[in-house]
T-cell receptor
């Protein structure tokens, strides 16, 4: 138990569906992250939020829409996804963003396994 | 191409053997981390190295940061089945961008 929870753990959706992934951290951290992990690629950083403000968007397609209502919760809204978007989506949190302190530890949730049909 | 290349990609060994995993880059990193990820879970931090030439030991695991801060290695002595997992290096490149390595999948057979 890392203190970061993600729901759902598994999600199957069609290309026309709209769904949301939820992440919650109970560690009192100020920074939260979304990563994509697929069999073909290592962990790809998607979005970074620091004190509820988005500080990084790594050229992620607009069909992925993040939302951070407070420092403890992070959502990833999904719509009109493609089969190649099937992957494990990991949420992480840290005390502050990495750019501020070298060696800052990120705590990861267990991920949501997404399958797009 | 990945900024952080790990080798080997896959490693299957018998319990009791030693192994080394490498993490290499052409860029300088201000620090490097090693994570282990087990099936069905997210990565968990093992160690952070911040000084060129630094060596850190964590029980049977030895981590080294290259003198030029462009590479790192993870050595496991007398591997056990519990060491099985995906090992990922990660670090802060000089322009303050954070990257994960390509990963090494380790399987230790009893």
């Amino acid at each position: 138990e890392t203190g970061v929870t993600q729901t759902p753990r598994h999600l199957v959706m069609g290309m026309t569906n709209k769904k949301s992934l939820k992440c919650e951290q109970h560690l009192g951290h100020n920074a939260m992250y979304w990563y994509k992990q697929s069999a073909k690629k290592p962990l790809e950083l998607m979005f970074v939020y620091n004190f509820k403000e988005q500080t990084e968007n790594n050229s992620v397609p607009s069909r992925f829409s993040p939302e951070c209502p407070n420092s403890s919760h992070l959502f990833l809204h999904l719509h009109t996804l493609q089969p190649e978007d099937s992957a494990l989506y990991l949420c992480a949190s840290s005390q502050v963003t990495p750019s501020h302190i070298a060696g800052n530890e990120q705590f990861f949730g267990p991920g949501t396994r997404l399958t797009v049909l | 191409t990945q900024l952080l290349e790990q080798s080997p990609q896959f490693l299957s060994i018998q319990e009791g053997e030693n192994l080394t995993v490498y993490c290499n880059s052409s860029s300088v990193f201000s620090s490097l981390q090693w994570y282990r990820q087990e099936p069905g879970e997210g990565p968990v931090l093992l160690v952070t190295v911040v000084t060129g030439g630094e060596v850190k030991k964590l029980k049977r695991l030895t981590f080294q940061f290259g003198d030029a801060r462009k590479d790192s290695s993870l050595h496991i002595t007398a591997a056990q089945p519990g060491d099985t997992g995906l090992y990922l290096c990660a670090g802060w490149e000089k322009f303050n961008k954070f990257y994960f390595g390509s990963g090494t999948k380790l399987n230790v057979k009893p």
